[in-house]
T-cell receptor, first 115, second 110 residues
Framework: NAGVMQNPRHLVRRRGQEARLRCSPM?????VYWYRQLPEEGLKFMVY????????ESGMPKERFSAEFPKEGPSILRIQQVVRGDSAAYFC?????????????FGPGTRLTVT | QQQVKQSPQSLIVQKGGISIINCAYE??????FPWYQQFPGKGPALLIA?????SEKKEGRFTISFNKSAKQFSLHIMDSQPGDSATYFC?????????FGKGTMLLVSP
């Protein structure tokens, strides 16, 4: 059973460009979460999605950031007009269902560098 | 406002010793407390987790102790090994999202 897959693993963008990060959840998992990790910091929650629905986006900046989890295909985290402060590791996690009964399993992350 | 406080920031333990990492939380709505282990360049891997209705959970060399009244929980790694050297994050779940501590960098010396 394949784990959570993320691509690309490394992404370099110039300031002002767009970054698209992809996440394929574990088989049988329909809940996806995105977290951001800055150097020397813990992970910070960004957004929680189910298929075709955003459930909680309270941790996501209001501007330039968006996320989707379409009926078919991976979840996408999109960052428009990237700035140097967006440089971080972005992790996706998935769970079979929501709530404390279901563990979240993390992917290997996408390391975004903005030059 | 940091809702999960983790200490120490870094820890050096000799091989065979006990590693202890502590966390404290504020929000009483949290109802699930996992620990994650992260190696450099990798994603966090779920290590062990506890729910607030029990005070201790043990899995192999890893034990979580949970004090609901004090809103504190800790990870104990018995017989620590060099392969345990990693960064450890405590977390607390509420409303389906995880709030993480800032992490503890553990180094187990041979």
């Amino acid at each position: 059973n394949a784990g959570v897959m993320q691509n690309p693993r490394h992404l370099v963008r110039r300031r002002g460009q767009e970054a698209r990060l992809r996440c394929s959840p574990m088989k049988g998992h329909s809940h996806v979460y995105w977290y951001r990790q800055l150097p020397e910091e813990g992970l910070k929650f960004m957004v929680y999605l189910q298929k075709e629905n955003i459930i909680d986006e309270s941790g996501m900046p209001k501007e330039r950031f968006s996320a989707e989890f379409p009926k078919e295909g991976p979840s996408i985290l999109r960052i428009q007009q990237v700035v140097r402060g967006d440089s971080a590791a972005y992790f996706c996690a998935s769970s079979r269902n929501s709530g404390a009964t279901y563990e979240q399993y993390f992917g290997p992350g996408t390391r975004l560098t903005v030059t | 406002q940091q809702q999960v406080k983790q200490s120490p920031q870094s820890l050096i333990v000799q091989k065979g010793g006990i590693s202890i990492i502590n966390c404290a939380y504020e929000n009483t709505a949290f109802d699930y407390f996992p620990w994650y282990q992260q190696f450099p360049g990798k994603g966090p891997a779920l290590l062990i987790a506890i729910r607030p209705d029990v005070s201790e959970k043990k899995e192999g060399r890893f034990t979580i102790s949970f004090n609901k009244s004090a809103k504190q929980f800790s990870l104990h790694i018995m017989d620590s090994q060099p392969g345990d050297s990693a960064t450890y994050f405590c977390a607390a779940e509420g409303y389906s999202t995880l709030t993480f501590g800032k992490g503890t960098m553990l180094l187990v010396s041979p």
